[in-house]
T-cell receptor
Framework: NAGVMQNPRHLVRRRGQEARLRCSPMKGHSHVYWYRQLPEEGLKFMVYLQKENIIDESGMPKERFSAEFPKEGPSILRIQQVVRGDSAAYFC????????????FGPGTRLTVT | RKEVEQDPGPFNVPEGATVAFNCTYSNSASQSFFWYRQDCRKEPKLLMSVYSSGNEDGRFTAQLNRASQYISLLIRDSKLSDSATYLCVVNPFQGAQKLVFGQGTRLTINP
């Protein structure tokens, strides 16, 4: 059973460009979460999605960041007009439909903004 | 005050030693608790859930004290492969599915 998949694993963008990060949950999991880990810091929750619905986006920055989880295809985290402070590891996690709370993480996308 | 606080370490212990970490959380309504481990530049991996009655998985024992709002992890007979950062994780609200992570405690097991 394949785990959570994320791509790309590494992404380099110049300031002002757009970054698109993709996440495919584990088979059978319908809940997706995005977290950000800044250098030398802990993981911070960004957004929680189910298919076609954003359930909790309380951790998302108000501007430039958006997320979706369409009916078909992976979840996408989009960052518009990236700035140097967006450089971080972005982890996606998934959990099954009746979660006991555990979440399973993908390998992450390391975004570097130059 | 941070929602989840951990001693960042680093802890350096010899192979075979017993090591214990504690973590405190601020939200008394928190519902579920976990320990994850994170190797350098890798994703967090679930180590174990933490139950009120305490639970054990091989060399690892987790305890929860709701009255004092702290969680502990004990590692016995430590191995070189236990070297990692250990993350204390809390699900703060019933029904909510966001996890709140502590900053992590770095552990190095020395031969």
């Amino acid at each position: 059973n394949a785990g959570v998949m994320q791509n790309p694993r590494h992404l380099v963008r110049r300031r002002g460009q757009e970054a698109r990060l993709r996440c495919s949950p584990m088979k059978g999991h319908s809940h997706v979460y995005w977290y950000r880990q800044l250098p030398e810091e802990g993981l911070k929750f960004m957004v929680y999605l189910q298919k076609e619905n954003i359930i909790d986006e309380s951790g998302m920055p108000k501007e430039r960041f958006s997320a979706e989880f369409p009916k078909e295809g992976p979840s996408i985290l989009r960052i518009q007009q990236v700035v140097r402070g967006d450089s971080a590891a972005y982890f996606c996690a998934s959990s099954p439909p009746n979660p006991a709370g555990e979440q399973y993480f993908g390998p992450g996308t390391r975004l570097t903004v130059t | 005050r941070k929602e989840v606080e951990q001693d960042p370490g680093p802890f350096n212990v010899p192979e075979g030693a017993t090591v214990a970490f504690n973590c405190t959380y601020s939200n008394s309504a928190s519902q579920s608790f976990f320990w994850y481990r994170q190797d350098c530049r890798k994703e967090p991996k679930l180590l174990m859930s933490v139950y009120s009655s305490g639970n054990e998985d091989g060399r690892f024992t987790a305890q929860l004290n709701r009255a004092s709002q702290y969680i502990s992890l004990l590692i016995r007979d430590s191995k070189l492969s236990d070297s990692a950062t250990y993350l204390c994780v809390v699900n703060p609200f019933q029904g909510a599915q966001k996890l709140v992570f502590g900053q992590g405690t770095r552990l190095t097991i020395n031969p």
